[in-house]
């Protein structure tokens, strides 16, 4: 858990307005978007898509100027470039000049970031290491396949050590072992005391990594806070798997405690609240009956993501 | 000094990737096909035969040079926000201006490696001929490089905002009316129409006067070339250049990358 120390992104009431077309009215995608980011944390934005989350991404890396509010990365505004040595920014889907090896367009990004010359060489090598493209580093970028692309990008994203990284997606187009790599990079992002920024749809790395989560509907903040706020320790509710259970104690427990119980062969499947879990088990164990599992489920990121896109209506 | 640092690396990646354009190398090959084409057409005059020769060459190097410049710059920008290659790079420390003018030095770069090349081939092809060659010519050919630059940047200028469709006939329409509009100014002062003459001295101040870079005709003929003369096209050419990219920088500056 991070303490809220030093702010280092601030985004207050940024608003965006897009023209579709020459002559068509303008469409609002962001209203009022307002968060902060402290440093050393996590910090996992989610929404649906066309929510507004590479919106606001696009902002504050000044590929895209917004129409009100104000943006900053740690104290610079984010029209400014100079203070751009001191972030890495992965987009999503990153492409990179198919002619390049990864050897090649490492040293070009670094080279832009400023990089020392006698540093870049070992800069190079030790980032390829971390994203397991040694093995790769000196083949055109063109023979490179989707998931080998994605750790160029974070390769890019990490060449000056940055003090905030922005990564959009970053698990896009990986498998599961890639992914586990990416979440490793990013759990030692944060362990070296850099701040994350990352946009994504798979909210099991958002419980999984995240410190503190913003969840963006229809261009308007809906929530955001420490993730353990999203998630409360309380149980919702309980699955119990009991087989050899005799009929007249199932009865019994249909009568008593008014569960659900559903058919599994020789076992019986019961949701229960909580409450009930102690007294269900004693019944059924008294009667001789096996208790196979017993699995408590909290509420989850992507239940209060549902509820979230369900409730937004239109911002404005 | 970072900035130029900045730059360098842009054109250096430009170059490499212009290195690599199908097109450089088809105008290329059209290009040096034209000055042996040159050749066989000169044979069939029977006066001025290395002037001929040397005049067709010449004009083949100015069309294919340019035909390279702009059908590779208007897609220069364009490309990059296309494959999103450029949020990767605007979001280091780079400058959009330090960004467009690392573009335009790198093609610039390429488009004169590319005149060098046909250069080479017009002395081989001189000598081989029997023509005599000068300081003059090369003289014309140094200002042909000039004439490129402007070009790469007024190609670079329109690929900043639109599309390489618009880009290409904007940049075609204005070296075209830029190596006419002495004629063009001609004509109006011809006329009676004062209106006349003012819309064509108007479009003669404002569109980039190319002809400035056209010293073919003194170096065939070995006439003379004013160091006056030479020093105004190099002072034009960077002038222009510079504002060019100046007015491309700052419509670049409010551009979205969605």
């Known amino acids: ?316 | 000094m970072n900035s130029l640092l900045r730059v360098q690396a842009l054109a250096v990646n430009t170059f490499r990737e212009a290195l690599r354009n199908k097109l450089l190398y088809t105008l290329l090959g059209f290009g040096i096909l034209m000055i042996g084409v040159g050749v066989l057409l000169a044979t069939l005059s029977y006066v001025e035969v290395d002037e001929i020769l040397q005049d067709m060459v010449m004009g083949a190097i100015r069309f294919f040079s340019a035909g390279i410049a702009i059908f590779i710059g208007i897609g220069l920008i364009h490309t990059e926000i296309e494959r999103r290659t450029i949020f990767t790079i605007l979001s280091k420390p780079v400058s959009r201006t330090e960004f467009l003018i690392g573009k335009w030095a790198g093609l610039t770069f390429t488009v004169w490696l590319q005149l060098g090349l046909m250069a080479l081939a017009f002395g081989v092809v001189s000598s081989l001929a029997g023509a005599p060659l000068g300081a003059g010519h090369a003289v014309a050919i140094a200002l042909i490089g000039l004439e490129l630059m402007l070009l790469v940047a007024i190609a670079t200028f329109f690929s900043a905002f639109t599309t390489p469709m618009l880009a290409a006939l904007f940049t075609v329409g204005l070296w075209m009316i830029g190596h006419l509009s002495r004629d063009l100014r001609a004509l109006g002062e011809q006329s009676e129409l004062e209106s006349v003459t003012s819309m064509t001295d108007f479009i003669f101040l404002v569109m980039p006067d190319f002809e400035v870079f056209n010293k073919t005709l003194q170096a065939v003929h070995g006439l003379p070339i004013p160091a006056s003369e030479i020093w105004l096209a190099i002072v034009y050419a960077l002038g222009y250049t510079v504002c060019t990219l100046l007015f491309g920088s700052m419509i670049f500056q409010r551009r979205d990358f969605k």
Request: hydrophobic content about 40%.
């Open chain 1, 1 to 316: 858990m991070t303490v809220e120390g030093n702010q280092v992104i601030d985004v207050q009431r940024v608003v965006k307005d897009f023209r579709p077309g020459f002559g068509l009215r303008r469409k609002r995608v962001l209203h009022g978007v307002t968060f902060q980011v402290y440093q050393g944390e996590i910090f996992g934005f989610v929404g649906p898509n066309g929510a507004g989350k590479t919106t606001t991404l696009k902002i504050l890396m000044g590929l895209i100027r917004s129409t009100e509010g104000s943006a900053s990365i740690l104290g610079c505004d984010v029209a400014e470039s100079e203070f751009r040595d001191r972030i890495g920014f992965l987009p999503e889907n990153p492409y990179f000049y198919p002619f390049l090896t990864a050897r090649e367009i490492l040293d070009f990004y670094a080279r832009l970031c400023g990089v020392d010359s006698r540093q870049r060489a070992a800069r190079i090598s030790e980032l390829l290491e971390v994203v397991n493209l040694s093995y790769a580093a000196d083949a055109r970028l063109r023979t490179y396949s989707k998931g080998m692309l994605q750790r160029v990008g974070v390769a890019q994203a990490l060449i000056n050590e940055p003090e905030v990284v922005f990564l959009d997606e970053p698990m896009s187009g990986l498998d599961p072992i890639g992914r586990k790599e990416i979440r490793d990079v990013i759990l030692s992002l944060r362990a070296a005391g850099k701040t994350v920024f990352m946009t994504t749809h798979i909210l099991h790395d958002v419980e999984m990594i995240c410190d503190r989560v913003a969840i963006i509907v229809k261009g308007a903040i809906r929530h955001q806070g420490r993730i353990e706020d999203f998630l409360p320790d309380a149980t919702v509710s309980t699955d119990v798997v009991l087989s050899r259970l005799p009929a007249e104690t199932a009865a019994e427990l249909e009568e008593k405690f008014s569960v659900e119980m559903r058919g599994l062969g020789e076992r019986v499947e019961l949701t229960l609240p909580e409450k009930r879990v102690r007294d269900v088990l004693e019944l059924a164990l008294a009667s001789g009956a096996d208790v196979i599992s017993v699995t408590p489920h909290r509420s989850s990121l992507e239940e209060v993501f549902l509820n979230a896109v369900q409730e937004g209506g239109d911002p404005e």
